[in-house]
């Protein structure tokens, strides 16, 4: 190691050094860089989240009211869909409890997510159906990506498609 390592950086600052080309023991100067932190913020594991298997402690349950229902959602792809059939009794009761925002924020690690949801679950007056969507459009930006589209003729130029 070179010996003129500074003691002071700070935080947003590394030590870059290299040896001599074709040397054993002889060093370049020392530097302090500066790094930018990044700008946007970087989501892990959110794959898994979207369309892998959560474990079952982690997976949201759509129990309803008089706990008659068990229905498991082990990723924010089969929430949505889960979501889209439950009957409203069961939907507005997740909502009137904050269940969806604690399982944002405790099952699928998205604070952000969790607090837009909490606002949702805040409007006592809104239906079934609004709230619903609501949740529906904070999550699919997040989590899904557009459907890349089939370019018939890019794939084979020479076959009509369409009605004949």
């Known amino acids: 190691m070179p010996r003129d390592i500074p003691v002071d950086i700070r935080l947003g600052e590394a030590i870059v050094w290299r040896r ?16 930018e932190p990044a700008k946007t913020q970087r989501r892990r594991h959110m794959r898994k989240y979207a369309e892998g298997m959560l474990i079952p402690e982690r997976s949201f349950y759509f129990r309803g009211p008089d706990d008659r229902l ?14 889209a059939g439950v ?7 997740h909502l009137r409890r904050g269940d969806y925002s604690a399982w944002f924020r405790d099952g699928i690690d998205d604070g952000a997510l969790a607090n837009e949801a909490r606002a949702i679950e805040a ?15 904070l999550i699919q930006p997040r989590y899904t990506q557009p459907e890349n589209p089939v370019l018939p003729n890019v794939l084979a130029p020479n076959v009509k498609h369409g009605s004949q």
């Open 123 to 137: 409007d006592a007056d809104q239906p079934a159906k609004d709230s619903l969507e609501a949740i529906t459009r």
């Open 87 to 93: 009957d409203e009794a069961t939907w507005l009761f």
């Open 70 to 83: 068990k229905l498991r959602a082990h990723n924010l792809r089969l929430f949505l869909e889960l979501a």
């Open 20 to 35: 001599e080309a074709g040397s054993e023991g002889t060093w370049r100067a020392v530097h302090v860089v500066h790094f």
